[in-house]
């Protein structure tokens, strides 16, 4: 049975399963779609249209599917879309998209976005992203798979953030960071390959000597970027990984952090 707090405003455009549970003070308005196993807390306030996945937990004072901070916003019909078994910590923000950015905000499943993250219109978050205390994403930025954020990161919009990066605290990210690849700084400059990170995903020794050869030949071996490109794909041999490395950085349209 949905338990909504009496002193909670529950629009009746909005649509809430069966065991969803809202506390006190939150507004939930019409459009918002709240899957099972959904705890949204006290003083929060949901937006729509916003779609929110099974076991969602939204934790106080968050401000979910507000319209975009976007002076060319105009009013025209936009979403957020939030996958399952997300936790949404206090005082976090997260827009709906424009019709620039493809009318949506899109987050994954399973992240972890702490304290005052504010993730921007048309932003695009994968799964297993963990956001630290205070990180923010501009406008349309791509942050893929099992990217760490550490605490007030602050994005660039149209920036990418490739698998498994890793930001440190205080980064400013201004061009995208490829995949599995440390950084840090103002502005964040490359610092390794994320080798906690490559070990609690399963890769063994040599799936990391090949991603630290790669990194070595792009960042260490004075080459034009086209040249390490061309460089690391000669020597990927079929491994998915390395082509995949090697496809984000020929498709990185700001250029990379070097």
Not at 50 to 63: C, L
Not at 119 to 132: E, K, N, Q, S, T
Not at 136 to 144: I, M, N
Not at 202 to 229: H, M, P, S, V
């Amino acid at each position: 049975m949905t338990a909504v707090h009496p002193t909670a405003v529950v629009d009746p455009g909005a649509e809430l399963a069966a065991d969803v549970e809202v506390g006190p003070y939150a507004v939930i308005g019409p459009g918002v779609e709240v899957a099972a196993g959904c705890v949204i807390g006290p003083h929060a306030v949901i937006r729509g249209p916003t779609m929110i996945g099974r076991g969602t937990h939204i934790y106080q004072f968050a401000s979910i599917g507000e319209v975009p901070q976007d002076k060319k916003y105009a009013g025209e019909d936009s979403a957020l879309e939030i996958g399952r078994n997300n936790t949404i910590r206090e005082f976090v923000t997260i827009n709906r998209g424009t019709r620039d950015g493809g009318g949506v905000t899109r987050i994954g499943d399973e992240n972890w976005i702490m304290a005052y993250v504010h993730i921007a219109h048309d932003c695009l978050v994968g799964d297993r992203v963990v956001f630290a205390n205070g990180a923010s994403l501009a406008g349309h930025v791509l942050v893929e798979e099992g990217v760490t954020l550490g605490g007030f990161t602050l994005v660039h919009q149209f920036c990418r953030l490739g698998e498994g990066c890793f930001t440190s605290m205080g980064s400013c990210i201004r061009r995208d960071v490829p995949p599995w690849v440390m950084v840090a700084g103002d502005p964040a400059i490359p610092h390794g390959t994320n080798g906690e990170g490559l070990r609690r995903r399963g890769f063994d020794g040599e799936g990391q000597r090949r991603l630290r050869a790669a990194y070595r030949t792009l960042y260490k071996r004075g080459l034009r970027l086209q040249e390490a490109i061309e460089a690391i794909a000669a020597d990927a041999a079929d491994d998915p990984v390395i082509e995949r490395f090697v496809a984000f950085l020929r498709e990185s349209p700001r250029g990379i952090v070097r």
